[in-house]
């Protein structure tokens, strides 16, 4: 009790004083204080292994979203006591890196000087039978041999693709393509609406010339507004979750063969 005291008032009262008025040797008291720190259990440091075990676990469960600042302040709130320092470190060392976003590529140029076609669907996505309503898209996808753009023609009425087209660039040819093709595969009746974006490739008089020989009207959306073309927003929505979240293509061979078989072609 009398260690135990001077323990408590140590930071108050000299050792010496507190020692000579409870009749203790100081040197007693620091010999105890010394057998109670050995005895006392000491923290474990966690191995590199171990700690690289937690890191990785983490990394595929978050799905690399997680740099080492963010990896160091998961792994406090999972009780792993460690140092920023040391878990940059084994990141590093180990290859252990965040996804980075892919670079955005914009798709639609509007800033041109080409004829834009009115609003006929006004966000009506509604199509009373096949052939009536047609919308138009690009999107883009990553390859190690770079990119790859594709654009398809949905009906409204059934919400199939009827045409698409894949090419390393998005010139008009890209857009024109699929409308041939789905031109070729339905042979619609003269009339059909074919709404896109006001991108230069859906305003060039390639894609407009073609319309107009097959008979068929344009329709556009609003500048900058997604919404307007929304089947197509949902359509790549599902090729992204389907087939290339998370994969990495080395060609856009491979690319065009894991989308052909997704669109069912």
Not at 28 to 41: L, T
Not at 106 to 123: D, I, K, Q
Not at 141 to 156: K, N, Q, S
Not at 200 to 220: E, H, I, N, P, V
Request: charged share 25%.
């Amino acid at each position: 009790m009398k260690y135990a005291f001077i323990e408590r008032n140590r930071r108050h009262w000299p050792i010496s004083v507190l020692c000579e008025v409870l009749e203790v040797s100081p040197s007693g008291f620091h010999q105890r204080r010394q057998r109670v720190a050995q005895d006392k259990p000491q923290r474990s440091r966690v191995s590199d292994d171990a700690l690289l075990a937690h890191i990785k676990a983490i990394h595929a469960e978050v799905k690399g979203e997680y740099g080492w600042p963010r990896m160091w302040k998961e792994l406090v709130a999972r009780g792993v006591r460690v140092g920023k320092e040391r878990v940059r470190k084994l990141m590093v060392q180990h290859g252990v890196r965040a996804r980075h976003k892919r670079k955005y590529i914009a798709t639609t140029n509007s800033n041109h000087g080409l004829p834009v076609a009115p609003n006929l669907l006004e966000r009506n996505f509604t199509a009373l039978a096949p052939n009536q309503v047609w919308t138009s898209d690009i999107t883009y996808l990553a390859t190690a041999e770079g990119w790859l753009y594709l654009a398809v023609v949905i009906d409204l009425f059934s919400r199939q693709v009827v045409g698409w087209s894949m090419q390393p660039h998005m010139k008009a040819e890209l857009v024109t393509d699929a409308l041939r093709m789905a031109w070729f595969r339905r042979r619609p009746d003269a009339g059909v609406i074919v709404h896109s974006d006001r991108g230069s490739q859906y305003c060039s008089g390639l894609f407009q010339d073609t319309l107009k020989a097959y008979g068929m009207r344009s329709s556009m959306s609003r500048r900058g507004d997604c919404w307007d073309n929304a089947p197509t927003e949902s359509l790549w929505g599902s090729l992204k979750v389907a087939r290339l979240h998370g994969r990495h293509f080395a060609t856009r061979r491979a690319a065009m063969d894991e989308v052909i078989d997704w669109l069912g072609f």
